[in-house]
């Protein structure tokens, strides 16, 4: 059972690149989510999904698209990178919105130059 | 807007010891959770502890307990015997409807 996976563990982007993190859960989870988590700093939630087909944004969502057209994944898609998006990003999933625990990810580090 | 305060950036705590680390929320919902969970070295972020906020009982889990102060909007988390691999970054964090808010975490060092 590999729970949460996410790819890639670590990239550099140049300014005004374009990237997808890609996040994939194998336990039919229907809750979905994704953070950034800066240097020292707590996790701040960006999106979140309640389901295939379902997104809504979380507390910091500028400069950030999600999808999510299965249960399993809920990719992550920067447009235009920029220095502010340098973080550590976790995506996490939970079967219900109750006294749920949330999986996470390994994560991803990014790093914009 | 919904806020979680950890004032304590770092703790130390001997091994076999208690230690207690600090979190206060804010909000104005009346039902909502709050969770601790553990960050160590490798980043992965692992539930310790949760709490129904219509409950008055404080969860316990082993050697974790809470103490949830509801009026107050403060939930501590107390580690009992402490052991070296309970050495990571706590974070607290609060959920109410869909959202999710974390506080800038405590990193607590056990010494042997």
């Known amino acids: 059972n590999a729970g949460v996976t996410q790819t890639p563990k670590f990239r550099i982007l140049k300014i005004g690149q374009s990237m997808t993190l890609q996040c994939t859960q194998d336990m039919n989870h229907n809750y979905m989510y994704w953070y950034r988590q800066d240097p020292g700093m707590g996790l701040k939630l960006i999106y979140y999904?309640?389901?295939?087909?379902?997104?809504d944004k979380g507390e910091v969502p500028n400069g950030y698209n999600v999808s999510r057209s299965t249960t399993e994944d809920f990719p992550l898609r920067l447009e235009l990178a920029a220095p502010s998006q340098t973080s550590v990003y976790f995506c996490a999933s939970s079967y219900s919105i109750g006294r749920e625990t949330q999986y996470f990810g390994p994560g991803t580090r990014l790093l914009v130059l | 807007a919904q806020t979680v305060t950890q004032s304590q950036p770092e703790m130390s705590v001997q091994e076999a010891e208690t230690v207690t680390l600090s979190c206060t929320y804010d909000t104005s919902e009346s039902d909502y959770y709050l969770f601790w969970y553990k960050q160590p070295p490798s980043r992965q972020m692992i539930l310790v502890i949760r709490?129904?906020?219509?409950?008055?009982q404080n969860a316990t889990e082993n050697r974790f307990s809470v103490n949830f102060q509801k009026a107050a909007k403060s939930f501590s988390l107390k580690i009992s015997d402490s052991q070296l691999g309970d050495a990571a970054m706590y974070f607290c964090?609060?959920?109410?409807?869909?959202?999710?808010?974390f506080g800038t975490g405590t990193s607590l060092t056990v010494i042997p």
């Open positions: 999904s309640v389901g295939a087909g379902i997104t």
């Open positions: 709490q129904e906020a219509y409950k008055q």
């Open positions: 964090a609060y959920r109410s409807s869909n959202q999710f808010y």
